[in-house]
């Protein structure tokens, strides 16, 4: 079955146009084909269908592969990478288990494009807007399809420990933590932020997502402090009302922290050598309102439960054991749930 694979992609697929694949419906042309293909072989020979997925997806990259060394290791794009997609597809639909191909993948998309963001937009802003902002349509059927397809290769970049060196950053990062190459470099999470979306964010924490600030944006608490305090600074307002959306982000985001600290601007910073100050220093307004427990404003020490929870957590992701570690330890169901950041 390989050499028949193999002998589609050099002889019938070659023969294609080069832009046959740029169409999202042409992708789930060929998905449709070799799922059709994955049927019928594992009926008439007695195979696996995992095994039978696996074949195919290795094929995909070999063809990938192959035709980029032909170009001095130069990635030709066009069907030629687009094909990467489909194999993509194919390892969600087929829930394929095997981490080495899933990682060879992920690792090939990252060789040719420095980024992952088309698989993570259609997580973060659905079906419908990728299109306006990447240029690129989703192979997958909706946001919640796309939630669960960027789950599945969460899992597997963690279970291999996957690592990438990007030109924003002098350290390696993790698969969530690759920049997106055309949102100005700027970490995923930032963009769920930036665009409210609570769910993502979660399920970005959880996995242990950088909240950290960086040279290119503010951290995210910050960003959401921010249009907070605009919402406060409206003239002629007797009443406040902040999105409920952006609320649930900002208590997400305490979740993962001791202590709010906002850096402070440059030009003071380099004057003053302070280069960050607590919030309820920096917002008052917003600790009176309440939006800011005490424990998280720099007013009161954290509470206990809370710090011991932040540790266990860097530890737990050190260990590349977030967030599927936390089963394993011997806790109680409760404690468990707040260790993985699903309740205050």
Same mark, same amino acid.
């Given at each position: 079955?390989?050499?028949?694979?193999?002998?589609?992609?050099?002889?019938?697929?070659?023969?294609?146009?080069?832009?046959?694949?740029?169409?999202?419906?042409?992708?789930?042309? /060929?998905?449709?084909?070799?799922?059709?293909?994955?049927?019928?072989?594992?009926?008439?020979?007695?195979?696996?269908?995992?095994?039978?997925?696996?074949?195919?997806?290795?094929?995909?990259?070999?063809?990938?592969?192959?035709?980029?060394?032909?170009?001095?290791?130069?990635?030709?794009?066009?069907?030629?990478?687009?094909?990467?997609?489909?194999?993509?597809?194919?390892?969600?639909?087929?829930?394929?288990?095997?981490?080495?191909?899933?990682?060879?993948?992920?690792?090939d998309i990252f060789y040719c494009e420095r980024t992952f963001e088309r698989l993570?937009?259609?997580?973060?802003?659905?079906?419908?807007?990728?299109?306006?902002?990447?240029?690129?349509?989703?192979?997958?059927?909706?946001?919640?399809?796309?939630?669960?397809?960027?789950?599945?290769?969460?899992?597997?970049?963690?279970?291999?420990?996957?690592?990438?060196?990007?030109?924003?950053?002098?350290?390696?990062?993790?698969?969530?933590?690759?920049?997106?190459?055309?949102?100005?470099?700027?970490?995923? @999470?930032?963009?769920?932020?930036?665009?409210?979306?609570?769910?993502?964010?979660?399920?970005? @924490?959880?996995?242990?997502?950088?909240?950290?600030?960086?040279?290119?944006?503010?951290?995210?608490?910050?960003?959401?402090?921010?249009?907070?305090?605009?919402?406060?600074?409206?003239?002629?307002?007797?009443?406040?009302?902040?999105?409920?959306?952006?609320?649930?982000?900002?208590?997400?985001?305490?979740?993962?922290?001791?202590?709010?600290?906002?850096?402070?601007?440059?030009?003071?910073?380099?004057?003053?050598?302070?280069?960050?100050?607590?919030?309820?220093?920096?917002?008052?307004?917003?600790?009176?309102?309440? @939006?800011?427990?005490?424990?998280?404003?720099?007013?009161?020490?954290?509470?206990?439960?809370? /710090?011991?929870?932040?540790?266990?957590?860097?530890? /737990?992701?050190?260990?590349?054991?977030?967030?599927?570690?936390?089963?394993?330890?011997?806790?109680?169901?409760?404690?468990?749930?707040? /260790?993985?950041?699903?309740?205050?």
């Open positions: 079955m390989e050499v028949l694979i193999d002998c589609y992609f050099d002889r019938l697929f070659s023969e294609m146009e080069r832009s046959c694949l740029a169409s999202r419906y042409k992708r789930r042309e /060929l998905v449709n084909y070799f799922s059709d293909v994955i049927n019928s072989c594992a009926e008439a020979e007695n195979l696996d269908k995992q095994d039978v997925c696996e074949r195919i997806v290795l094929s995909t990259l070999r063809y990938h592969n192959i035709t980029m060394m032909e170009n001095g290791s130069v990635c030709l794009l066009g069907k030629f990478h687009n094909v990467l997609y489909v194999a993509a597809k194919l390892c969600y639909d087929w829930d394929l288990g095997n981490n080495e191909i899933v990682g060879r993948l992920l690792n993570l937009v259609g997580a973060i802003f659905g079906t419908r807007v990728t299109h306006f902002l990447s240029g690129w349509k989703c192979d997958f059927e909706d946001r919640q399809e796309n939630i669960r397809a960027l789950v599945y290769f969460l899992d597997h970049a963690i279970s291999g420990r996957l690592e990438y060196r990007c030109e924003s950053s002098p350290m390696k990062r993790r698969f969530i933590d690759v920049p997106m190459e055309s949102y100005g470099q700027v970490l995923p @999470l930032r963009v769920a932020v930036q665009h409210s979306a609570p769910d993502i964010l979660l399920i970005m @924490l959880r996995y242990g997502a950088s909240i950290e600030s960086d040279i290119l944006a503010p951290s995210p608490i910050e960003i959401i402090l921010t249009k907070l305090n605009e919402l406060e600074a409206q003239p002629g307002q007797t009443e406040v009302v902040y999105p409920e959306h952006l609320m649930t982000c900002l208590r997400l985001l305490l979740r993962t922290v001791t202590t709010v600290c906002v850096r402070t601007p440059e030009h003071i910073a380099d004057r003053s050598g302070i280069l960050s100050v607590s919030l309820h220093e920096q917002y008052p307004n917003l600790m009176n309102r309440d @939006l800011i427990p005490p424990e998280r404003s720099g007013v009161h020490p954290a509470e206990l439960r809370h /710090l011991c929870r932040c540790q266990i957590r860097e530890t /737990l992701h050190a260990n590349w054991a977030l967030p599927h570690g936390i089963k394993k330890l011997q806790i109680p169901e409760s404690l468990r749930d707040y /260790l993985d950041l699903l309740r205050d």
